[in-house]
């Protein structure tokens, strides 16, 4: 791996988005020319106005949403090549960071944890539960929270498998909000590594409350054991009942392919999950199909009609569906046909103009089979807004541990809050065509590697939300971004 610091166009520092990482060997054996810890040496070292950090503010229920999968498209787990990402523009990061006692604070008290983080990770990825029903997990990580001195709400807002474990010092100060996801996927468990986000969102909650304690900061640590991302969009039920209210900022990561001790501050696409259902008339497929209106005709007329339609959407379009599976007799004309399908676009309007289209296909198939059609547009997931001044912190924070942070586009989606937030995205060791939403990610996300990478990050973040409490300057850099974002 190494990091061309001859480019023209390389800003000083170690955050540098235009050539970040040329990787050629396997990823496996993390080959390097470029000691990237020498690096960040260096950049620690240099004046504050020459490190920058190009980081970007992106502002340009049975069934399973593929919502979260971080696997940057820029990464190819199957060449094991990682391409240059483009730069979108050049925001510096703020011109202080954490002070070092702080710091050091932090991360002693995640270096405790961290033997009981990691078996409340395994204990989590060794019992995989579907969205609402993770109950093993809500037991798991309230009790834990509730030892360790958090007041704990179970069963939050109506929702079995929510909760909230919320710790106050002093009087006044100002609210940070971190996410732990829980949830698997069928059949091929934590296969999205959400074992992992659990323990970061408690370690980053803990190190935060010591923290305050220690340093004797005003302030409130809320955070929320979050349901279903997986499809059934845990989080925007959470906010459409007031869990988020009153949180200044939020807070969580996310595991992915990727170099060896890197992370991202990916954008996401929005995306709409629909359900086609076609009714037709059945008959007797060999004595009198006349009389019939074949429903799954009209799917694959639909199915075939957005294969055309994709021709003529952009780029950083995407529409994908399925055909439910039937146990349907060959000789009986079909009278039911039900589709899923994922729509997804960079923001919430053009996401609305494509479903629009989409939805055209679906009723000009029906009314080319004279068949009834049924739309049911789900929850939407909308675009993920990185917060910059939140980035710019965390960006510092990081390159203390690892020194790398990259900027990339993601063609997944999520239902993460829609307020002062950063969601970035680590990445941990991944065998070829392995990244998320496979079972050799669920492989790699109970690995020592994996939780390595995972606390590295939980650190970083721990440090950039005690920043938000503590730093008045500093939150009202991060609220003028989000204002300016929306």
């Not at 950090?53 to 094991?80: E, M, P, Q």
């Not at 391409?83 to 270096?111: C, G, K, W």
């Not at 996401?268 to 060999?286: K, T």
């Not at 439910?324 to 046909?337: F, K, L, Q």
């Amino acid at each position: 791996m190494s990091l061309d610091a001859s480019d023209a166009n390389h800003h000083s520092g170690c955050l540098s988005l235009r050539r970040l990482f040329k990787l050629k060997p396997p990823y496996k054996t993390f080959t390097k020319q470029v000691n990237s810890s020498q690096i960040c040496d260096q950049t620690r070292k240099a004046p504050d106005s020459k490190r920058l950090a190009d980081i970007t503010d992106l502002t340009s229920r049975v069934f399973y949403d593929t919502c979260c999968d971080f696997g940057s498209s820029k990464f190819n787990t199957a060449a094991c090549q990682w391409e240059a990402p483009p730069v979108y523009s050049d925001l510096p990061s703020p011109s202080d960071s954490i002070h070092e006692e702080i710091r050091q604070t932090i991360e002693s008290v995640i270096d405790a944890l961290d033997p009981s983080l990691r078996l409340l990770s395994l204990q989590i990825h060794s019992h995989p539960e579907l969205m609402f029903e993770e109950i093993f997990a809500h037991k798991l990580l309230s009790d834990y929270m509730e030892s360790h001195g958090f007041s704990v709400t179970r069963h939050y807002l109506g929702l079995k498998t929510a909760w909230r474990a919320e710790y106050t010092h002093g009087q006044g100060g100002r609210t940070i909000g971190i996410n732990s996801e829980m949830d698997a996927l069928p059949e091929i468990g934590h296969a999205c590594g959400h074992n992992l986000i659990a323990v970061s969102g408690v370690g980053v909650a803990l190190a935060i409350k010591s923290a305050l304690e220690t340093y004797n900061v005003p302030g409130t640590v809320v955070l929320l054991g979050t349901p279903a991302e997986e499809g059934g969009g845990g989080k925007i039920i959470l906010l459409e009942r007031g869990a988020y209210k009153g949180m200044d900022a939020c807070l969580m990561c996310h595991p992915s392919p990727g170099p060896k001790l890197s992370t991202f501050v990916l954008s996401s696409l929005a995306m709409q999950s629909i359900d086609a259902e076609f009714f037709g008339q059945s008959a007797h497929a060999g004595d009198a199909p006349w009389e019939g209106a074949n429903a799954l005709d009209a799917a694959f007329l639909a199915y075939s009609s957005v294969s055309v339609l994709r021709q003529q959407i952009k780029p950083d379009h995407r529409v994908n569906g399925v055909i439910n599976g039937s146990e349907r007799a060959a000789n009986v004309i079909p009278d039911y046909a039900k589709m899923r399908w994922y729509v997804r676009a960079p923001t919430r309007v053009q996401l609305a103009q494509l479903t629009e289209r989409v939805c055209a296909c679906f009723e000009g198939a029906a009314l080319a089979t004279s068949c009834r059609l049924k739309i049911t547009k789900n929850t939407p997931y909308y675009d993920l807004r990185q917060n910059s001044i939140l980035a710019g912190a965390f960006s510092h924070a990081i390159c203390q541990e690892s020194g790398n942070v990259g900027q990339y586009p993601s063609g997944a989606s999520t239902d993460f809050v829609f307020l002062p937030s950063l969601h970035p995205a680590f990445a941990i060791p991944t065998q070829p065509n392995g990244g998320n939403h496979s079972p050799a990610f669920a492989d790699s996300a109970r690995s020592t590697e994996a939780h390595k990478a995972c606390m590295i990050t939980t650190k970083a973040l721990a440090c950039t939300g005690f920043r938000v409490l503590e730093d008045k300057v500093f939150f009202m850099q991060v609220r003028e971004a989000f204002e300016a974002s929306v």
